[in-house]
């Protein structure tokens, strides 16, 4: 039935694919893990504690205790939810979270997949993570749940609207969906990177990341005053850990396309500066995407220790009645420029 | 059998499987997700093709907006119509699929039905050559349909807001232009009489 002689290549080519993904994916969940112990120690320094320090020197040990106690937890179903949708939702939000990595640059010509349409494909895969979110609160068959579910899908349609106009900006100055073509087109130095012309649209690119995410002050969708724990009240040991795992990676994910769109990905801000020439740590490299994504990442928690929660309708507000215009009028004013400049691609 | 060939039968099954549950399963929920399902093999159909644009957009719009708002009003009703109320509609049912075959049979077994464009044997990125030939040659198609969404909008977004008189709602305006002497009363701590 296979023909092995002329197939064995392409065979081997899925194989090397996937190595590689399990290349990034493993070190992906490790970071995971410690950012939440990351979390719970910067939110504890801005709130004057300590935050964790009991397993390990510092703490350090924690999110491997955590772990393991959550798998060792027993998985408790409702009795009246839907079983097989039950245990796909948390897959469901978490495949997509790990997906969107497939097409990050880490350097230059260091990446799984080179796809032309590549930020398409990020924004496609972050807008289906909404869907574990909305099976589980329907699956679980609980009023809380399916309140937050409720929430998250209308927070995360509207968002995405002002996500992708935002990107609409990046598209216009790069020329390009390739995410690496996206960094290339900002070399020359910090003052070249995109978040200079496109400073409205990164604030709501961000923003709207963090409500994409459904973190704080967005997090309506857990809102713990109101629903107890939103969506995943019904959850418990590994389907929690699911949804955990899901809603951090896809923070890191947003944090890393930060850093890619709008802040030049992996290039020195030092680039052309003749003082830094030949000083190989300000040389351009996988550092420089790390650092950057490691502050947005710190952002993220920055946010939740600053921001009260918002209402619900204050979100709606902000989404269609603030960020779609500004993206909006920031477009038009953008394409003017660039015609009056002479720069159309 | 090549990879792309195991890959496209194992997709085709994956899609006529979900597009037959679609219309067979009673729970609504079901129904939709086994319809999301069936959007998702289709755009991995046409990434096969090498439309990525295309394929990436079906995933973006349709699944990523219009299908979670489409599960939100399923989730809403009732999970499961009963018998008696599914009979009356047997009839209309199968005249509407019998039309909408017919369909399908006249537009893709006429002759026109093809390529109006020649794709271009270097593709070099698929986005782009769309990009070119949508705002140049078809551009002004492209405008008539994007005026037409946009009255749409306006239309969708004006049935909603009809005014009704007994309702209390939030005006923001009102809320951000409070101010501290018409909220706030300092006393000197003595309890007043109630009035």
């Known amino acids: 039935m296979f023909d092995w002689t002329t197939d064995a290549a392409v065979w081997l080519r899925v194989a090397e694919i996937l190595l590689h993904s399990i290349f990034i994916l493993v070190p992906l969940l490790v970071v995971v893990a410690y950012y939440t112990y990351a979390e719970r120690k910067v939110i504890g320094y801005i709130q004057m504690r300590l935050g964790p320090n009991r397993v390990g020197p510092r703490g350090l040990f924690q999110p491997i205790a955590d772990a393991l106690k959550l798998i060792t937890k027993e998985v408790v179903q409702p009795q009246q939810a839907n079983r097989g949708l039950f245990y796909i939702a948390p897959l469901a939000a978490l495949v997509p979270a790990l997906g969107g990595w497939a097409v990050i640059p880490f350097d230059e010509g260091v990446w799984l997949a080179d796809v032309d349409a590549g930020l398409l494909y990020v924004l496609a895969l972050t807008s289906l993570g909404a869907y574990g979110i909305i099976i589980a609160g329907w699956a679980s068959n609980s009023r809380y749940a399916l309140l937050g579910a409720m929430r998250q899908a209308a927070q995360v349609v509207s968002y995405e609207i002002a996500m992708g106009f935002a990107l609409v900006g990046v598209l216009m100055l790069a020329g390009s969906l390739n995410l690496s073509a996206i960094v290339l087109a900002q070399s020359g130095g910090v003052l070249s990177w995109f978040f200079l012309p496109l400073l409205p649209l990164f604030v709501v690119y961000l923003v709207s990341g963090v409500a994409e995410t459904n973190r704080a002050p967005f997090d309506v969708v857990e809102g713990e005053s109101e629903l107890v724990a939103g969506f995943h009240v019904e959850y418990s ?18 944090a890393a396309l930060t850093a890619i769109l709008f802040f030049g990905g992996w290039l020195s801000p030092f680039e052309g500066w003749a003082w830094a020439e030949g000083l190989p740590v300000l040389d351009s490299g ?49 394409g003017v420029a660039q015609h009056l400049i002479g720069v159309v691609r | 059998m090549g990879f792309q060939a195991l890959l496209f039968y194992a997709l085709a099954a994956v899609l006529l499987t979900a597009a037959v549950a679609t219309v067979t399963l009673r729970c609504m929920v079901r129904a939709a997700l086994c319809l999301i399902l069936a959007f998702f093999t289709a755009a991995m159909l046409w990434m096969l093709l090498h439309a990525e644009f295309l394929s990436i957009l079906l995933v973006l719009v349709y699944i990523g907006a219009v299908l979670v708002l489409f599960l939100f009003v399923v989730m809403m009703v009732e999970r499961e119509t ?4 599914r009979a009356p509609f047997r009839l209309s049912a199968a005249l ?31 986005t782009q050559a769309l990009g070119a030939v949508l705002y140049t040659e078809y551009a002004l198609a492209f405008e ?8 749409a909008i306006v239309g969708a ?23 501290k002497q018409e909220r706030l009363r300092l006393t000197d701590g003595r309890t007043e009489p109630p009035c």
């Open chain 1, 237 to 254: 040991g590994a389907g929690f850990t699911l949804f955990f795992l899901a809603e951090y990676s896809a923070m890191t994910l947003v």
């Open chain 1, 286 to 334: 996988i550092h420089w995407w790390v650092l950057k994504t490691a502050f947005f990442m710190y952002c993220f928690l920055w946010f939740r220790a600053t921001f009260p929660r918002y209402r619900y309708d204050q979100i709606m507000r902000l989404g269609w009645k603030a960020f779609i215009p500004v993206t909006l009028i920031w477009i038009f004013v953008l």
């Open chain 2, 82 to 85: 009963p018998a008696e109320q």
């Open chain 2, 96 to 126: 509407v699929a019998l039309l909408m075959i017919a369909e399908l049979l006249a537009v893709l077994g006429s002759e026109d039905f093809g390529p109006a464009q020649e794709v271009p044997s270097t593709i070099g990125s698929n």
């Open chain 2, 144 to 151: 008539a349909a994007a005026v037409a969404l946009l009255i």
């Open chain 2, 157 to 179: 977004i004006a049935l909603t807001l009809r005014e009704r008189g007994e309702q209390h709602r939030q005006k923001p305006s009102e809320q951000t232009q409070a101010s």
